[in-house]
């Protein structure tokens, strides 16, 4: 079989393949079976649809924010025509772009195999990425309702146009064909054609049934995956690429290749790439067929919890609303099978428990006691959200904010010891929380006095030691009306205040066990049930684990044996500046205990697990030199921070963020967004060539600042910052993937395949970047939480200004995401790899992350913070010794210490470890963190799963005391809901981020040539088409990856043939490119 010769669909029935043979051009459907979400308007049919797709959009008065431009609400005319078509315009429509796709479908069903079909796909895919990126983030974002409503039809009509494609049985065959076709070997071609039947025909290898299929849920999908396998293993043979001068076929550090391997031609590896894109989205497909896709919509008509496992009580169903909307996002569970369903639900319960008050473990002190933490929390802003009960006497300005609907009233009588979570829908989906209530000492003693306990079940056993014999692990607790008590509600910030600043050591000691203990123990038991989902989703497409799942995305470590692999080196490494760093808090600790006339007791810990953060904390603030944001802040407001972008990049890379040049008003759906350009003002020669594309000296990108874009900039695509109220994380969405012309990507015969009108037309792409930023703004009172302490009121007459550094951060990390996106999808070789997993086909999570975590290196230095600053009055920026003040300042702030960065660490490792189990090990996880009847595991029926994965990684290389139980391994543990089983990629992308700005910054953060490299090798390179660790290998060179031998695939069992070893690359810690790198800025 090859890519040239049709033959009939290896593995697949006569009869199938004699039907594939017949392709009948599929019709986009008019219609859109989504269920409405909650609070707007359905469009469930056709006249419905059109009707929505077709009413232009009506004055929308714009609630969320206040227009920092002007300092009032905007409203959105619908009198004045825009001047082009905007992304959030659903209000025409799109019937040029619909007739596109369903051309592009027959295009596609009719296309022969190799590179022709792989053109169609990738057109296909263009094409409907222009309508479903968008669509899928205005369907979640968009403030009008009837908008909102027609980009969520958009949204399912460009999903089922791929879906009919990529499940077809015909497009299924070609597919397979043309990957096999792609193989460079004769002998991997055979081996290749053998496995793919036998995986088709639900057999292994060697004829006996059982082996290579088992557990995958479609021979389709066992055959996609067997191909894309074969493929990977083609791609991950290629060596990392030398410098110029360096003969290929070398031999390098740690690469243990034959050295007279050379490498595959750049365009067959682009080919390759494109078509394992494409076997991926296949293998969704029919992954999605198999199973069904009906699961997002019970999801969506779940509440989130309710009292006690039964329906919720009526005057708890507003409440839960507010919860329960954000579980079913358009963003992906329409159309998705069961099991991806299930983890989204699980994802947003989990999101549930790291973020919802009413699902914070309670503490009760008495009156006494609580003057003791009064204080601190009032002067934080937080004196009505952090009492449950009521607060302490003498403070009429708590009082109002004393109940949260557990019985309303000026003292609420019920504490709920526990409450049962919905992980996913459906009978057996609950999860009961347990022991959510503790007590002091003397709390509980006047408890067990006044008769109130009530009998637990046999066998009980508490699962906090703050828990007293006198509080029920389950049910509810009912407190007399004259109790002397007081419930201070943990929530995340009350724990890391309390933790962080009070001097108290007994009360941090408090905190730490009712607080981050039990925090930690409720997050690790919701993270089991998850993780039994995110299982069940890799067996559904066919890869042995989640976290297999992940990294077979594009990462260089390629599988899980490589990614616990450099987590391991890196914790091992890391852990004797971590314990260097503890002994200064211990020392730290000793003289404070001197201080206070406290000497340490014979054989006691040097440092207490309560003690750890206030120190760190203290060493921070000693670190900053006596600075304080406020003291900034004028420098930084909105919207002149985006022209000191603007600035940063002209000066570092020769990019340009400007407005439209049309001077078009901003392009956005609310008063909180900023449409911008980013522009290449001295674009590379040749992106696919980084080396020769950076080798000549860069222009001066910023030699007029407000000239408009010359004939020789390059458009790389539309920026859209939506700044919203703090809370949630940043993230960037690609709206709308780079669409080149026919003379880019068609090569003569592959766009024959894709013609049509405005083929020849580049259309550049466009993303938005959510931004939840805490903003001090003139006339408003200073937020209760945020990026900082609250500050004074701001001047009179000043624009919207950031409240604390973690903005500027955050701001820089997106704006990493935004270049690269635009940046790779404007270099991809192929339409296949324009979008494919967010960096133009090299999609591993440490990829996608590598730009990201290297724009945030400008926050540390002094010349890069003046030229992001400027004053809103006077117009300058930072002076030269203010703005070294302000990068100390930022170190201090924002960057990790070392045993942070341990902790970061070892959450990477048990979240590698948990993820990495197979199906079956991974479903009695989930069962065991159930317990038995309805659901346990929250509190004391024994350990979850997930909590005896993170307990043996903290036994085996904890440094920092307490567990796991420190507030930097509890930020870790919250982030898994989003990013679980992938936390390996950020810590990987650190490192090589930190080895990158080593080699082409050093010490010159604005080095022109190191710009053009940067930008060359890393932001156009992820698009390039080339495998990851050649990427890497040209961004860090040759030695900065060693090669990994996988365990072999079958083996002697059963009598089969053993399958040839596999490889991965990994980085090298011993390799000059990681000596000396700053892992902490």
């Known amino acids: 079989m090859n890519a040239t010769r049709a033959s009939r669909p290896c593995g697949l029935p006569a009869a199938a393949a004699a039907a594939a043979a017949r392709p009948t051009p599929l019709r986009v459907p008019t219609r859109s079976p989504r269920a409405a979400r909650p609070g707007r308007k359905a469009a469930t049919s056709s006249p419905a649809w059109t009707a929505a797709l077709g009413q232009r959009r009506g004055a929308v008065a714009v609630h969320a924010t206040a227009d920092a431009r002007s300092g009032a609400p905007r409203t959105l005319a619908p009198s004045a025509p825009p001047p082009r078509r905007l992304l959030s315009d659903f209000g025409g429509a799109f019937e040029e772009e619909l007739g596109e796709v369903e051309r592009l479908q027959a295009a596609a069903l009719g296309a022969g195999a190799g590179p022709p079909l792989l053109s169609a796909l990738g057109q296909l895919e263009a094409a409907a990425g222009a309508l479903q990126r968008p669509a899928r983030f205005f369907a979640d974002y968009h403030p009008d309702r009837e908008q909102a409503a027609a980009a969520s039809a958009v949204l399912e009509v460009a999903r089922l146009a791929l879906a009919e494609v990529y499940g077809h049985p015909r497009v299924l065959a070609v597919l397979l064909e043309t990957a096999v076709g792609l193989l460079p070997e004769e002998e991997a071609r055979r081996r290749a054609v053998s496995r793919v039947e036998a995986a088709a025909a639900g057999t292994r290898g060697d004829g006996a049934g059982g082996g290579l299929n088992r557990g995958h849920p ?71 067929q198999q199973r069904g896709g009906e699961g997002g919509r019970e999801a969506g008509e779940s509440h ?80 009505a959200s952090a009492w449950l009960a009521p607060p302490p006497r003498g403070d009429s300005r708590e009082s109002a904010g004393s109940g949260d609907g557990d019985g309303g009233g000026e003292r609420p009588p019920r504490l709920r010891c526990s409450r049962r979570l919905r992980m996913a829908p459906g009978r057996g989906g609950l999860l009961e929380l347990t022991g959510l209530v503790t007590a002091t000492e003397a709390a509980a003693e006047w408890v067990a006095s006044s008769g109130m306990q009530q009998p637990r079940r046999q066998g009980e056993q508490h699962g906090s030691p703050a828990a007293s014999d006198a509080l029920p692990l389950r049910g509810t607790l009912v407190l007399p009306p004259a ?45 089991s049930r998850l993780a039994a989902h995110r299982a069940a989703l890799a067996a559904e497409r066919g890869a042995p684990s989640y976290a297999a799942l992940l990294l077979d995305e594009g990462s260089p470590m390629r599988a899980p044996a490589g990614a616990q692999a450099l987590l391991g080196a890196l914790a091992d490494g890391v852990a004797p500046y971590a314990a260097r760093e503890l002994r200064e808090w211990e020392a730290r600790a000793a003289r404070a205990a001197r201080r206070a006339g406290r000497g340490a007791a014979p054989g006691a810990a040097a440092l207490e697990p309560w003690d750890a953060d206030y120190h760190a904390q203290a060493a921070a603030v ?98 859209f910052l939506q700044v919203a109220p703090p809370g949630g994380f940043p993230f960037t969405t690609l709206l709308r993937p780079t669409q080149r012309s026919r003379a880019w990507w068609g090569h003569g015969t592959e766009g024959s395949a894709a013609g049509g009108a405005g083929a020849d037309a580049d259309v550049p792409g466009a993303v938005a970047v959510h931004l939840p930023l805490s903003l001090s703004v003139a006339g408003a009172a200073a937020p209760a939480a945020g990026d900082g302490a609250p500050d004074e009121p701001a001047p009179p007459g000043r624009p919207p200004a950031l409240r604390g550094p973690f903005g500027l951060r955050a701001l820089l990390h997106e704006l990493g995401h935004a270049a690269a996106l635009l940046a790779a999808g404007a270099a991809a070789p192929h339409p296949m790899l324009a979008g494919a997993g967010g960096a133009g086909g090299c999609g591993g999570v440490d990829l996608r992350e590598l730009p990201s975590h290297a724009f945030e290196a400008w926050a540390r230095d002094p010349r890069a913070l003046s030229l992001l600053s400027c004053h809103w009055r006077l117009g300058v920026p930072l002076p030269p010794r203010d703005a070294a003040r302000l990068a100390r300042y930022l170190v201090s702030a924002g960057a990790c210490t070392a045993p942070d960065f341990h902790e970061a660490a070892l959450t990477a490792i048990a979240d590698a470890r948990l993820h990495a189990l197979t199906g079956p090990a991974a479903g009695r996880a989930g069962q065991e963190s159930s317990g038995s009847g309805s659901g346990g595991g929250g509190g004391g029926d024994g350990p979850s799963a997930a909590e005896a994965v993170f307990d043996e990684v903290w036994a085996e290389r904890g440094v920092v005391p307490g567990g796991g139980a420190s507030l930097e391994a509890l930020r870790g543990l919250e982030g898994l809901g989003a990013v679980g089983g992938a936390r390996w990629g950020y810590a990987a992308a650190r490192l090589l981020a930190a080895a990158a700005w080593k080699r082409w910054f050093g010490d010159d953060a ?49 009598g089969g043939e053993a399958e040839p070893a596999s490889c991965c690359w990994v980085p090298d810690l011993y390799s000059p490119a990681f000596q000396d790198v700053d892992l902490l800025g």
């Open 304 to 383: 989130p919890y309710s009292a006690d496992g039964s329906a919720p009580a009526a005057e708890e169903a507003e409440a839960s609303a507010v919860g329960s909307g954000a579980f079913v996002s358009a963003r992906g569970s329409e159309g998705a099978s069961a099991a991806q369903a299930a983890v989204e639900f699980a994802a947003a319960a989990f999101s549930q428990v790291a973020s919802d008050p009413r699902l914070s473990p309670v503490l009760l002190l008495t009156t006494e006691q609580a003057e003791v933490v009064r204080p601190l929390l009032r002067d934080a802003g937080m004196g």
């Open 1006 to 1054: 604005l080095s022109a040539a190191g710009g053009a490299e940067l930008k060359a090798r890393l932001l156009y390179g992820l698009g390039a088409g080339l495998p990851p660790q050649v990427l890497l290998g040209r961004l860090l060179g040759p030695d900065a990856l060693a090669r990994l031998q996988l365990p072999a695939a079958g083996g002697a069992e059963g």
């Open 218 to 288: 479609a021979p389709a999908v066992a055959a996609v995956v067997v191909a894309a396998a074969a493929l990977d293993d083609a791609l991950f043979e290629q060596p990392p690429e030398p410098e110029p001068g360096v003969s290929s076929g070398g031999s390098h550090r740690g690469a243990g290749s034959d050295p007279s391997q050379t490498a595959l031609p750049l365009r067959a590896v682009q080919l390759m790439l494109a078509c394992r894109q494409a076997l991926r989205n296949a293998a969704a497909a029919h992954a999605r």
């Open 483 to 527: 109790a002397p008590l007081a419930a201070l509600r943990m929530s995340r910030d009350v724990v890391a205040l309390l933790l962080t600043s009070h001097p108290n050591p007994d009360v941090r000691r408090q905190a730490h066990a009712s607080g981050a203990a039990v925090r930690r123990r409720l997050l690790l038991s919701a993270l």
């Open 622 to 719: 000693d670190a900053a030199s006596g600075s304080s944001w406020r003291e900034f802040a004028d420098y930084f407001t909105l919207p002149g921070l985006w022209a000191g972008l603007d600035r940063l990049l002209a000066h570092a890379l020769g990019l340009r963020l400007l407005p439209p040049p049309d001077g078009a008003p901003d392009e956005a759906w609310a008063a909180n967004v900023w449409h911008l350009q980013l522009w290449d003002a001295d674009p590379p020669g040749d992106a696919n060539s980084p080396q020769s594309a950076a080798s000549t000296p860069r222009r001066a990108g910023f030699e007029q600042p407000d000239a408009p874009p010359s004939a020789s900039w390059r458009l790389l695509g539309d920026v």
